[in-house]
């Protein structure tokens, strides 16, 4: 049986007392929240994943906080619905503790926490999402952090896009061939020789000119 951390214990009750003392007793959405949070302490892992996938479709930032604490669960399941929960979510206050994720042991939780972070669109996870789309093992989780990079847009992203249209996996080097398409206009497909030969040529000049004029959503931070 797993054993939660009195840390997270802590956060979670200080989490419930909060709601309920900004939404007040009369608001049956927060008393759900509340009533949500409540659960994650539960010692059965069964109930925690259920909980943190009911915060995640309530869409509440309110929730942010409890979710970022559930990414450090015991249980490797309730760690993914966390990550899953945040990207529906949408707060920009979750990108730093999603781009720890990317570093978990278990695939699915890399896998949920680079979905998430593609959700919430700040350029902030763009450096940690190159990373994994051409560092990490599995092929899923490269392919989702591709899928992110996508998302996100930024054109910072275009070199580590390049190296992944030549990805072993096939599923990965499609990926990245249509995020260049979006990014660049280009039409190259998935041949990594030819989008090698536009990043010599063109590439290089694109990413630093759209760098030097800012061309980015501004981060959670920034904005």
Sequence with gaps: MAVMGRGCAWAIGSFVLGVLALGGLGCSHDRAIAKAAVKLQNPDAA????????????????????????L???????????AAALGKVGDG?????????LADKKHWVRWDAARALGLIGDKAGVPDLTRVATQ??????RRAAVEALAAIGDKSAIAALVKAVGDNDGSVAYA?????????????????????EWWGKEGKNLAATADAKGDSEPTAEEK
Aim: charged share 25%.
């Design 47 to 70: 109930v925690r994943r259920a909980a943190v996938v009911a915060l995640g479709e309530m869409r509440d930032p309110k929730a942010t906080r409890v979710l970022v604490e559930m």
């Design 72 to 82: 450090n669960d015991p249980d490797t399941v309730v760690r993914a619905n966390a």
């Design 93 to 101: 206050s979750a990108v730093p503790a999603l781009q720890k994720a």
């Design 136 to 141: 990490d093992a599995n092929a899923n989780v």
């Design 176 to 196: 990245a061939s249509r995020a260049l398409e979006a990014l660049t206009g280009k039409s190259l497909g998935a041949n990594p020789l030819q989008w090698r």
